[in-house]
């Protein structure tokens, strides 16, 4: 069965940097586009970024451009996405998911406040 399980999130003052980790199983982790979701309180999961199976093309929300950036190891199974500059407004749960399968893991708490 599949499981992703998401790592790394903690508190962090504003202008800091974090590095979420998601580790993959029960499925070709090489085969799928993987993404890195995230969800405030009171608001709705939104996409932060995507990086596909073979060519590595990422995509990002504006809202992360130039601070976020996600990548993988398809030797580990994992999905990685390091976040600079990290604003008040980058407060959330973060997911990772992959592309057409309905699973979510339990996410990882970003809290980014002084």
């Known amino acids: 069965q599949v499981q992703l399980v998401e790592s790394g999130g903690g508190l962090v003052q504003p202008g800091g940097s974090l590095r979420l980790s998601c580790a993959a199983s029960g499925l070709t982790f090489g085969r799928y586009t993987m993404r890195w979701f995230r969800q405030a309180p009171g608001k709705e999961r939104e996409l932060v970024a995507s990086?596909?199976?073979?060519?590595?093309?990422?995509n990002y929300a504006d809202s992360v451009k130039g601070r976020f950036t996600i990548s993988r190891d398809n030797t580990r199974n994992t999905l990685y996405l390091q976040m600079n500059s990290l604003k008040p407004e980058d407060t959330a749960v973060y997911y990772c998911?992959?592309?057409?399968?309905?699973?979510w893991g339990q996410g990882t708490q970003v809290t980014v406040s002084s």
């Open positions: 990086i596909t199976n073979m060519h590595l093309v990422t």
């Open positions: 998911n992959a592309a057409g399968v309905n699973y």
